[in-house]
């Protein structure tokens, strides 16, 4: 079975600190992909990044960086210089390779509510 | 950039009526999605649609739920007796291929709420 853990439940920093948002995943497929999401207030889902389970390649976009480690079986979100409109709830997502039985569906984590505090 | 649109925002529904949720995917997509998030808690999945036909299914997606979509653009999520339970945000997703790696856009989402 397939499931994604995010144990911070809330995260409260202050601007310009940076955070790291934790995700540990499980699953029995050798292949699969990763994402993570951000959810606003005003409650929309943005696609942040993919990642599959091949490239295990850090990637860094702007103040946004990630860490996919398979041997820990993490792929871990930090905000550097945290603003004010990073505050948001994150979630990070589990989906099947296309060898594991082709399942489109994307598993989430509960998410992790960030508060970035001016 | 294109986007996924869901209608209405808000639904107010009384128990045991019927209410459908629309969206509108991005044009050139052609695989389709519903997910829920119960208040608080995280964004479950609920089914997938391709080519007419449902794909794949949770448990959550039981007879009193149904998808269409009844012409080239609309996709709708149907729930024929609503009950209080069914309170939630749905959201429709979709993409352009199912392969893996394409990631599923997301709508704003309707909030239901059953009374």
């Known amino acids: 079975a397939q499931k994604v853990t995010q144990a911070q439940t809330e995260i409260s920093v202050v601007e310009k600190e940076d955070v790291t948002l934790d995700c540990v995943y499980e699953?029995?497929?050798?292949?699969?992909?990763l994402f993570w999401y951000k959810q606003p207030p005003s409650g929309e889902l943005v696609f942040l990044i993919r990642r599959n389970s091949f490239d295990e390649q850090n990637e860094i976009s702007g103040r946004y960086s990630w860490n996919f480690q398979k041997s820990t079986s993490s792929f871990n979100f930090t905000i550097t210089a945290s603003q004010v409109v990073d505050s948001a709830v994150y979630f990070c997502a589990l989906r099947r390779g296309e060898t594991q039985g082709g399942s489109e569906k994307l598993v989430f984590g509960k998410g992790t509510k960030l508060t970035v505090n001016p | 950039e294109p986007e996924v649109t869901q209608t209405p925002s808000h639904q107010v529904t009384q128990m045991g009526q019927e209410v459908i949720l629309r969206c509108v995917p991005i044009s050139n997509h052609l695989y389709f999605y519903w997910y829920r998030q119960i208040l608080g808690q995280k964004v479950e999945f609920l089914v997938s649609?391709?080519?007419?036909?449902?794909?794949?299914k949770s448990e959550i997606f039981d007879d009193q739920f149904s998808v269409e979509r009844p012409d080239g653009s609309n996709f709708t999520l149907k729930i024929r007796s609503t009950k209080l339970e069914d309170s939630a945000m749905y959201f429709c997703a979709s993409t352009w291929d199912s392969r893996s790696n394409q990631p599923q856009h997301f709508g704003d989402g309707t909030r239901l709420s059953i009374l």
């Open positions: 699953t029995r497929d050798t292949t699969y992909y």
């Open positions: 649609f391709y080519n007419n036909e449902i794909s794949e």
